[in-house]
Every structure is written in C-alpha cells, then in structure tokens.
C-alpha cells in the first residue's frame, strides 16, 4: 500500500495494563511523528523521528509513554500502566523530509485506545 | 504559548451554500499553514497549504483559503458546498519546530 497504516485499528486496555502501537510510514519517508486525538479535540504532537533519531519528545506527557523507530522505519508508541486519560486516537504521520517543502505529513487511520 | 483557534466547532449548511471557516493563530514569526479535511471514516487528509507567494491558495474539490498576515488568520473558503463535503475539518500551522499545531477542529453538516 501506499499510505500510512497503524496496526491495531481499535485497541482495549485495562487500567494497569501496557500497550504497543505500530506505525508503518510510506517507504522513503524521513520524517515520522506522532500525535495524540482526544475525543472533539485536533491531533497534538507526541514526538518526532528524523529516520532513527528521536529528535523532539516535548510532547509525550509523561515518562510512561515511550516511541522508538529503530531502524528509521516503522515506529512502535508504547504506553506503560494505561490510565483512563490515555484513552484516545493516536496518530502516526509521516513526510518525505524536515527540510524541504512542502512538509507535507501524510496520515495514517490511527489507533483508537479505549482504557476501561 | 503559540495557539490556533478555530472559531466555528459546528457548522450546518444546505447544499449550495457558502462556506467560510474561521482559524486563526498566536504570532510566532515564520508559519506554514494548511487545512485537513476528515471524511467520515477516513483518515487526514491534506485540503490546501500555504508556505509563501500568492496568500490566496487553491486546494482540491474546489476548495481556497486567504492568508491574511496581519490578521493571523487562515480562513477556508468555498462557494457552493456539496453534500460530500460532510466532514471534519483541521486548521494546523507549522511555527519553527517539527510539529503541526491543529485547531479543535470544525464539524461541518452539509444536508441535501
């Protein structure tokens, strides 16, 4: 396929557990991010990979989230001990590369989280 | 903090209709501005952007948006909405940083 995708679609937790989500970006893409989608809210960044290197995670609120992209590819979100305020669509989009325009990030169908 | 805002969270219109969707953001220097549109079902998907030139920007299905720099407003436009046009719609901007600052996002209902 040509476009992003994110494995699972539809993801339950319970409170306590953690979670692994998986994000393939188009073949080629530098640039990887991440971001959070709150039920009637917009995407909110997580973090970014320029291939490998993690190079923001201002995003990620708290030390139980954790991204890694290990060989500049697909990326992996894992959140450790869900809480019900994790529960969300999150997102993964990806562009050709930082510094060139047009910046351009292509989403993918994103994961939604549902921590009961 | 850098912001964007978008000031309509809901929006009905009849079909032939007018649409114009305010966003506006916090100053900030250098920005880069688009519009996502979310289909029911669909993923993002990208409407139009703005990175310098021409203020006036033409997207897909018709759709333009105005930057108006001393207004910091990036406003949607489109002459006659189609009911297909039913769906989400994002305001995002890129300040310095790596990431996209979305808006809360608009609801527009397109009835027949």
């Known amino acids: 396929g040509a476009g992003v995708s994110q494995s699972p679609r539809y993801k339950v937790a319970k409170r306590g557990q953690d979670v692994a989500l998986r994000c393939d970006p188009i073949s080629g893409h530098v640039s990887l991010f991440w971001y959070q989608q709150a039920l009637g809210q917009g995407p909110e960044f997580l973090t970014y990979?320029?291939?490998?290197?993690?190079?923001?995670k201002s995003g990620l609120p708290s030390d139980r989230f954790f991204a890694e992209r290990p060989e500049g590819s697909v990326s992996t979100l894992k959140i450790q001990r869900t809480q019900q305020e994790d529960s969300a669509v999150y997102l993964c989009?990806?562009?050709?590369?930082?510094?060139?325009?047009?910046?351009?990030?292509?989403f993918g169908p994103g994961t939604r989280l549902t921590v009961t | 903090a850098q912001s964007v805002s978008q000031h309509n969270h809901h929006v009905i219109l009849s079909e032939a209709a007018s649409l114009e969707l305010g966003c506006n953001y916090s100053y900030g220097g250098t920005v880069n501005l688009f519009w996502y549109v979310q289909y029911p079902g669909q993923h993002l998907q990208l409407l139009l952007k703005?990175?310098?030139?021409?203020?006036l920007v033409k997207g897909i299905k018709g759709f333009e948006a105005e930057f108006i720099k001393s207004k910091f407003s990036f406003n949607l436009r489109k002459p006659s909405v189609q009911w297909s046009d039913t769906a989400e719609y994002f305001c995002a901007v890129k300040w310095s940083g790596y990431a996209l600052n979305f808006g809360k996002g608009t609801s527009l209902l397109v009835t027949p």
């Open positions: 990979f320029q291939n490998e290197a993690q190079l923001d």
């Open positions: 703005y990175f310098s030139g021409d203020p």
């Open positions: 989009a990806s562009s050709l590369a930082r510094y060139l325009p047009p910046y351009e990030q292509y």
